[in-house]
């Protein structure tokens, strides 16, 4: 099976900290997504990835960087949280190409206080 | 504007009962997917539509496809109250090596 992990599920850090949310896949997956979900919004594209050390802005990158220096390994970093960044993190890999089918991490709920 | 809208927002059945989303989208797919979430977890991928398919069965989940209409369906046969989850769905667009865009996603409660 498939296992996507996140390293935290909860994570309470305060405004101007810099934030780490690590991602890893154990499937040897090409491509690596970052979401961010919000009540009412669904799920918004912050980053992706389609191989080591490439990165692709999505839909809402602003405020957040990200770094792939290994395959299975995808992390997402807020510079300097904000408290409009409180919401929940999806990681998710996939095997070939931006369209295929995708294993979701248990997500990163993130507060800024 | 969102490639993928479900609708209902929300819905809610009696255990037993069929229960049927559906999926509008705007532009021309590669593929359409479905996805379900249990409260406060990660997705999990349900079925994968072809553009060329027209229908998609797998358990007791039945997908349909209407390019010409721009739109899927979802339906749950003799739903459970362990389908009590939000499902979303997810477009592939025909162009370019571009990532999922998912819609914002349907709240089935399965009452027992």
């Known amino acids: 099976d498939v296992k996507v992990t996140q390293s935290s599920r909860y994570l309470v850090k305060r405004t101007g900290e810099k934030v780490f949310l690590e991602c890893v896949q154990d499937?040897?997956?090409?491509?690596m997504f970052w979401y961010r979900q919000d009540p009412g919004l669904g799920l918004r594209l912050i980053y992706f990835?389609?191989?080591?050390?490439?990165?692709e802005k999505g839909d809402i990158p602003e405020g957040y960087s990200v770094s792939r220096e290994k395959k299975e390994r995808f992390s997402l970093i807020l510079e300097s949280a904000s408290t409009n960044q409180t919401s929940m993190y999806l990681c998710?890999?996939?095997?070939?190409?931006?369209?295929?089918?995708?294993?979701f991490g248990p997500g990163t709920r993130l507060t800024v206080t | 504007s969102q490639q993928g809208e479900e609708d209902p927002q929300a819905l809610s059945i009696q255990e037993g009962e069929n229960a049927t989303m559906n999926c509008s989208y705007k532009?021309?797919?590669?593929?359409l997917q479905w996805y379900r979430q249990n409260s406060g977890r990660g997705l999990v991928h349900l079925i994968l539509?072809?553009?060329?398919?027209r229908e998609k069965h797998s358990g007791r989940l039945r997908v349909t496809l209407d390019t010409s209409k721009k739109s899927s369906s979802l339906l749950i046969t003799a739903s459970r109250a362990a389908d009590t989850a939000s499902y979303f769905c997810?477009?592939?667009?025909?162009?370019?090596?571009?990532?999922?865009?998912f819609g914002k996603g349907t709240r089935l409660s399965v009452i027992a």
């Open positions: 998710a890999s996939s095997q070939h190409g931006g369209g295929s089918e995708q294993y």
């Open positions: 499937m040897d997956h090409e491509n």
């Open positions: 990835s389609y191989d080591v050390k490439m990165k």
């Open positions: 532009t021309s797919i590669n593929n």
């Open positions: 539509i072809r553009s060329n398919e």
């Open positions: 997810a477009t592939k667009l025909s162009s370019g090596n571009t990532p999922l865009v």
